[in-house]
């Protein structure tokens, strides 16, 4: 198994190309379904997320190639088989977004139930739901989720959960509703790039939608759709994490195909803590002060801040000049990174839902344990500047998100590289 050695201390210098979005790739991908004629899609990453989907969608009949390029085609050839098994929806949850594409153009899905996730009780009733709302049956049976219509109806509905709004849960409903028979208006819509970024797609392959990044979608059914070509929007989470590798080494750090609207809430914590984030041209100019000030963190759905970037700026925090907080209000229980952070000197004490992160001088290197994808990250920040030597184990996490992220680290000039047991 694979594992990063890190030895801390080198501060980031250069450029580097931020890659095309995960959680934007992801839905589009499924959305293929959909579609009528080929997808050719530009700034897919080379992830085993997206190999993991890729796989799945094979099974579905779909044809995925990825071309000398690095373009990604989609075709489907075969609409017999509707069931997303379990022994590929257990390895990454997001497979539940073939649910909606498959309700709507094959009339019936068959999605195994996902199980438990390390950050957190993650349900899947709000998709469920919006879907019994356009007509659905739904069974329960054998882990499996059976979902039948003979046509989906469009309709009204308030889509808000305990937590706010659902991102999947947005982009199946609104995949479901663009062959659904008249209007559907999505109340409490998730706001985020990612769905922005489907609808465009979408609308592109002749679907009806409008509202898109505003917390009501509507969208008018059509018969079909064909399909397009498109280039996922920059990976907003990716950019971030760079920013702050930045940050924590005190470099200086260019990014290019990093778009700062996506990311508000995170730069105007960043500029508080004391990093400068400048646009020059086409590209994010990070360099930071030495001293790092201490900030309160609160998680929302977009335009808030990603809980996606929770556990890294928590990892910048470990170094502040003060005592922060940050709450974590979309993902209760997504803190498996504070015990390890702890094994390498952070004074990081949790309180329900809110971590109080003691500043302190330095961190040490140490073995740790990568236990989901953005605490891993947080790991490798914390190692980037930790005294000594890091070894993060289980990077399998970290491949489901960043593509090659040693590679990209090495090239700013730090001291990484991955090696296998
Ligand atoms: C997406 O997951 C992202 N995944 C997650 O990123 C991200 O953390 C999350 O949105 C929040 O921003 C992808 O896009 C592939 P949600 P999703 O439904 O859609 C509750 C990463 O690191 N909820 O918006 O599954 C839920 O429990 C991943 O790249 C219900 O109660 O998240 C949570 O508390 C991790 N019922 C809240 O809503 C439902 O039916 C938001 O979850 C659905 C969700």
């Known amino acids: 198994m694979d594992y990063l050695l890190i030895n801390g201390g080198p501060r980031l210098r250069g450029t580097i190309e931020v890659n095309g979005a995960k959680n934007a790739a992801l839905p589009i991908m499924a959305a293929s379904i959909l579609c009528e004629s080929e997808t050719v899609l530009h ?78 009780d993650r349900p899947i009733n709000l998709h469920v739901e919006g879907m019994q709302s356009l007509g659905a049956e739904v069974d329960l049976v054998g882990g499996d989720m059976h979902l039948r219509a003979k046509r989906l109806t469009g309709t009204e509905m308030f889509l808000g959960g305990p937590f706010g709004s659902t991102v999947l849960g947005t982009a199946n409903v609104t995949m479901a509703a663009c062959l659904a028979e008249g209007s559907t208006a999505i109340e409490s819509a998730a706001c985020e790039p990612e769905i922005v970024d489907l609808a465009e797609f979408l609308n592109k392959c002749g ?99 990603p809980t996606d970037l929770q556990a890294q700026i928590t990892a910048l925090l470990c170094l502040a000049d003060g005592n922060s907080t940050v709450t974590e209000k979309i993902f209760p229980d997504r803190f498996l990174h504070v015990a390890e952070l702890n094994r390498m000197g952070a004074r990081l004490r949790k309180e329900g839902p809110t971590v109080i992160v003691e500043g302190v001088k330095r961190l040490i290197g140490a073995p740790v344990m990568a236990s989901d994808l953005r605490a891993s990250a947080a790991l490798v920040l914390a190692g980037l500047i930790a005294k000594g030597q890091t070894r993060v184990n289980r990077v399998y996490h970290i491949d489901r998100g960043y593509e090659a992220i040693e590679r990209k680290l090495a090239l700013l000039g730090a001291d990484i590289q991955r090696l296998s047991e």
């Open 43 to 120: 700034g897919v990453p080379d992830l085993a997320d997206v190999r993991h989907l890729s796989l799945l969608l094979s099974k579905l009949g779909v044809n995925v190639r990825r071309d000398d390029r690095g373009d990604l085609h989609l075709q489907v050839e075969d609409e017999m088989n509707s069931h997303a098994e379990y022994e590929l929806v257990r390895k990454m949850r997001a497979s539940i977004c073939v649910m909606g594409p498959l309700l709507a153009k094959r009339k019936s899905a068959r999605i195994a139930m996902p199980g438990g996730c390390a950050i957190g």
């Open 207 to 305: 679907a009806r939608i409008q509202g898109h990044g505003t917390p009501r979608i509507t969208i008018d059914g059509v018969s079909r759709l064909s399909g397009c070509e498109h280039t996922v929007i920059p990976d907003r989470i990716e950019a971030s994490t760079f920013i702050i590798a930045a940050a924590i080494t005190n470099g200086e750090v260019r990014l290019r195909n990093c778009r700062l609207e996506h990311m508000l809430a995170v730069v105007d914590r960043l500029r508080q803590i004391g990093v400068n984030i400048e646009k020059e041209n086409d590209e994010v100019v990070v360099s930071s002060a030495r001293r790092l000030d201490p900030v309160d963190v609160t998680t929302q759905p977009f335009p808030g801040f």
